[in-house]
């Protein structure tokens, strides 16, 4: 299955309850994660250097994705640079992760990838549904804001950035709406899980 979903529409709320409750019978494939952990190799961090300079790079030399984040919001063209720099590697570690699910003890009943990019960029993922975890513009602002720090213009540029949570909700084979509390998430997910039998 894919998830999917607006940035701060509430994926990793989502993840986190599906751990929770399928434990050792989910495996899970978080593109986020290794983005993050992509940033600190040597390898992306020299073709970022190469193609954005050192104004990315922090003074001790990580990348500073704030910085980065500046500045591919306000270029198309830089952000589709960072793009092509940083998918294939994805890519290449999601065919790896599909290719050893056979072999994992206890074998999943489950395997989830959450590509928060799957329809923009096209991912080729194999799956069997796709689940949408969507949410308004205003609340996905607010969280922005207030969770994570960034300020209302950059959190718009972000959102506006994605191709609009309507347009990935008619694509969806299931859709979790994530407005409210975190207990109606749960709700929701429970309900999924039981439609699909998990």
């Known amino acids: 299955m894919a998830l999917t979903g607006g940035i701060a529409s509430g994926k990793s709320s989502v993840l986190r309850f599906l751990r929770d409750r399928m434990g050792s019978k989910i495996a899970v494939f978080d593109a986020d994660a290794e983005v993050r952990q992509l940033l600190t190799t040597d390898q992306i961090k020299s073709k970022l250097?190469?193609?954005?300079?050192?104004?990315?790079?922090?003074?001790?030399?990580?990348?500073?994705?704030?910085?980065?984040?500046?500045?591919?919001?306000?270029?198309?063209?830089?952000?589709?640079?960072?793009?092509?720099?940083?998918?294939?590697?994805?890519?290449?570690?999601?065919?790896?992760?599909?290719?050893?699910?056979?072999?994992?003890?206890?074998?999943?009943?489950?395997?989830?990838?959450?590509?928060?990019?799957?329809?923009?960029?096209?991912?080729?993922?194999?799956?069997?549904?796709?689940?949408?975890?969507?949410?308004?513009?205003?609340?996905?602002?607010?969280?922005?804001?207030?969770?994570?720090?960034?300020?209302?213009?950059?959190?718009?540029?972000?959102?506006?950035?994605?191709?609009?949570?309507t347009e990935k909700m008619q694509r969806a084979d299931f859709v979790l709406w994530n407005d409210g509390a975190e207990s109606e998430l749960h709700e929701q997910i429970t309900l999924f899980l039981d439609a699909i039998g998990g």
């Open 49 to 165: 250097e190469r193609s954005f300079g050192a104004e990315v790079f922090a003074s001790e030399g990580e990348v500073d994705r704030s910085a980065l984040r500046e500045l591919v919001f306000a270029d198309a063209g830089k952000r589709k640079l960072l793009e092509e720099i940083i998918h294939p590697s994805v890519l290449l570690r999601c065919q790896e992760f599909g290719a050893n699910l056979e072999e994992r003890e206890p074998a999943p009943v489950l395997a989830v990838y959450e590509i928060p990019l799957l329809y923009e960029s096209d991912f080729p993922v194999p799956r069997d549904a796709d689940l949408v975890v969507g949410a308004s513009k205003a609340v996905q602002v607010r969280r922005l804001t207030e969770y994570r720090g960034l300020d209302a213009n950059m959190a718009e540029k972000i959102i506006d950035a994605q191709m609009p949570m």
